[in-house]
């Protein structure tokens, strides 16, 4: 097999990418260059890529469990609904014996970790460190060592940053407001706001200057309606000033839009974005952020959770995180002795052994040029000699031994797979591809690394955006085709599935109607005679409605029947097995204006629909929900978890179709919203005027 070749379609390609028309260079790529002085704290956090969380403290010893509900961990005391006097006796218990500031701190470095944050504080208000503020610390327990003051030494003695996650709720101390709705005995009575803002700034005061320099604030806890936009900007502006090379988190404001963890506007303070438990779908570019994520479904200790993510589940979402050019922070709960929970260690150590092989493809990159590679990820790194050094992450070894890099348009230097020994790969140009011949067996069950140098930086010609309301369609569809580079001069499609290369298929003038069939809309983009992009696919499949139900108009009443029911759920119950503890006629779907705790609701009904047609159903929930239409499932959003929206679609024929809503909340905040449309238009909530019930 040759070698790369230098084709004449490379020269094209590489001619046409370097015109005046080129996308502006990647703002990630550009901040490593040339940083304004301002931005030179977050050099070393870029270049790491991957830190260790760490969340131990008091709720470490009832290990998730109180009084036969195993379900805790580091919100036990309130989902627990333990009262102070309580939960203050942990104190006296709390004694990790087994704890090794070194031994910590050398397997995060033995994991690939460049960082490690630690809570110093979490919303119980107990803190970890020999704090003059309070008593209600470390040094008040059997224990009596600082445990962030050996931690911080053993961090950097392994060449690590320290960071301490500082939570800004606090249900421990009397100025802190508001008060849990269930403490119906702990008066607020001249409790202080101002005041306990006071003993907070003072506490990261105390962090900031006690225990060396601090490579990272990591605040939580602001959402309550005390803390304000006005407190994020002094509490934000007094770390800046203790300590002008500490990074700080966006949750020291009011910003963050929900889980996502992203500010919503640059008037609110915060060096990066924190997405909880989830990835941005395609990277945010020009946004610093990180992932934090637990290992099995836990952020403290709990020891019935055996949910573990496997190795190579936590090696790819390393691998997806810094492909789309953010960190990973990967969460430990210590048990209350001290040590690290087995299967955590394991999973350290195996994640060590992938990053001594495969480090340098994790370790100051950028994100990916690519869109989705239907077999793995792609970071990417500046080298010598005007190139860059693409790391394919494959995991998803080719049979075939034909790894298909589509619309890579550089000329190739050199491929090379990572291990021990790099092994150097041919390969050769089918098309708008480059293909890699790699061998026979995957070097690594987590995530095999080919380093694919290429020269200037990264070309990559997407897939044409096929665009289409709906995958399904009742009478017609319309289809847009977008290149979404202005390189490309034409774009060809086909509608039989065959791709467009040939004389089957058709130039794209513009939006056009499918009515007769199912089809697969395949597209590519051209340059002059020559398809540069891989090509995109789209299915749309033609549908029978769902024919209305028959009603007689004399037994409809306007409005749905509301039902709820107590008790005490992580997932929605069965409904069909519980007794109503109140029911009456809502006139829409929505919650009670106060705000309840251990319910749940059942909404059933009819919702009225104009034509025949495909219809589009948004559920937003916290906690979970679901929408069904008659018996089918249109929408699932069970399970724990703060507001969220997930959609789904049916085809439904003119007329009444049977509609239930199913809803729970444990503890916390509590919403529910539904909306509709026909598909491709935009959403509104369900119209009361459209919904009804039958009369008994």
């Not at 803002?197 to 506490?203: D, I």
């Not at 963890?261 to 395609?282: A, C, K």
Request: aromatic share 10%; hydrophobic share 40%.
């Amino acid at each position: 097999m040759s070698h790369f070749l230098t084709a004449s379609i490379v020269l094209l390609l590489m001619n046409s990418a370097s015109t005046a028309s080129d996308p502006a260079p990647d703002p990630i790529a550009r901040a490593h260059e040339g940083m304004a002085p301002e931005d030179e704290r977050m050099n070393w956090w870029r270049e790491a890529r991957f830190g260790l969380f760490i969340h131990w403290g008091l709720y470490a010893i009832p290990a998730g469990e109180w009084i036969g509900d195993a379900g805790h961990a580091e919100w036990i005391r309130t989902t627990a609904q333990i009262t102070l006097s309580e939960y203050d006796l942990l104190v006296e218990q709390f004694n990790p014996v087994n704890f090794s500031a070194e031994e910590w701190a050398r397997l995060a470095k033995e994991a690939g970790m460049r960082y490690i944050v630690i809570t110093s504080k979490h919303h119980d208000g107990f803190c970890l460190f020999d704090s003059a503020q309070t008593d209600f610390d470390i040094m008040s327990t059997p224990f009596q060592r600082d445990i962030m003051k050996e931690l911080s030494d053993a961090t950097r003695a392994q060449g690590l940053r320290m960071g301490w996650y500082h939570s800004i709720m606090d249900w421990h101390h009397p100025d802190y407001l508001p008060r849990r709705d269930w403490e119906t005995n702990r008066s607020s009575d001249g409790a202080d706001f101002d005041r306990f803002v006071e003993y907070l700034h003072a506490q990261v005061e105390e962090l900031l200057t006690n225990y060396g320099d601090i490579g990272v604030m990591w605040f939580d806890g602001e959402w309550e309606n005390t803390w304000t936009h006005e407190h994020g900007i002094a509490l934000y502006d007094h770390v800046r000033a203790i300590a002008p090379s500490t990074i700080i988190n966006n949750r020291v404001d009011k910003g963050r839009a929900g889980m996502a963890g992203l500010t919503v506007n640059d008037s609110f303070r915060g060096d990066f974005g924190t997405p909880e438990q989830e990835i941005p779908p395609t990277g945010l570019p020009g946004i610093d952020w990180e992932t934090c994520m637990t290992m099995n479904d836990h952020w403290g200790y709990n020891a019935q959770d055996s949910n573990w993510k496997s190795t190579t589940q936590l090696v790819r979402t390393l691998v997806d995180v810094a492909s789309k050019g953010g960190n990973f922070l990967l969460n430990v709960g210590p048990k209350a002795d001290g040590t690290f929970p087995e299967e955590s260690t394991i999973r350290l150590r195996e994640i060590g052994a992938w990053m001594n092989v495969n480090g340098e493809s994790i370790y100051g990159t950028s994100a990916s040029p690519f869109g989705a590679l239907p077999w793995g990820r792609c970071t990417t790194k500046s080298i010598p000699d005007d190139a860059t050094r693409l790391y394919l992450h494959v995991f998803d070894w080719p049979a075939d031994g034909r790894l298909v890099v589509p619309g890579l348009a550089n000329e190739v230097r050199s491929a090379n797979l990572l291990g021990d020994e790099r092994l150097a790969l041919s390969g050769w140009r089918e098309n708008s591809d480059v293909i890699i011949e790699v061998p026979a067996e995957s070097p690594s069950p987590h995530s095999s690394v080919i380093a694919l140098d290429v020269s200037g930086a990264p070309v990559v010609y997407l897939p044409p955006a096929i665009t289409v309301p709906s995958a399904e369609f009742v009478d017609m569809v319309e289809i847009t085709i977008d290149a979404g580079d202005p390189r490309i001069e034409a774009i060809y499609f086909t509608i039989d599935g065959s791709d467009p290369l040939g004389p089957s298929a058709a130039r794209y003038q513009g939006p056009f109607r499918l009515s007769s069939s199912s089809a697969t809309i395949r597209a590519r983009g051209y340059i002059g005679d020559r398809a540069v992009t891989p090509q995109s696919v789209f299915r749309v499949r033609r549908v029978e409605p769902r024919p209305p139900e028959v009603v007689d108009a004399k037994h409809l009443a306007a409005g749905m029947r509301s039902e709820a029911f107590r008790g005490d759920w992580t997932r929605l119950p069965d409904f069909a097995s519980l007794q109503a503890t109140d029911s009456s006629i809502a006139e829409g779907i929505s919650l009670p204006a106060t705000r309840e705790e251990h319910i749940a609701r059942r909404f059933a009904g009819l919702v009225e629909v104009a034509a025949d047609d495909v219809y589009e159903f948004s559920l937003t929930s916290d906690d979970g929900a679901r929408l069904l239409v008659g018996e089918k499932v249109v929408i699932n959003n069970d399970g724990l978890h703060v507001a969220q929206e997930k959609r789904g679609t049916i085809a439904l024929a003119k007329g009444l179709h049977p509609i239930t809503i199913e809803w729970f909340n444990r503890t916390g905040d509590a919403d529910l919203e539904v909306k509709m449309a026909r598909a491709g238009e935009p959403m509104k909530p369900v119209e009361p005027s459209k919904l009804f019930h039958q009369r008994d």
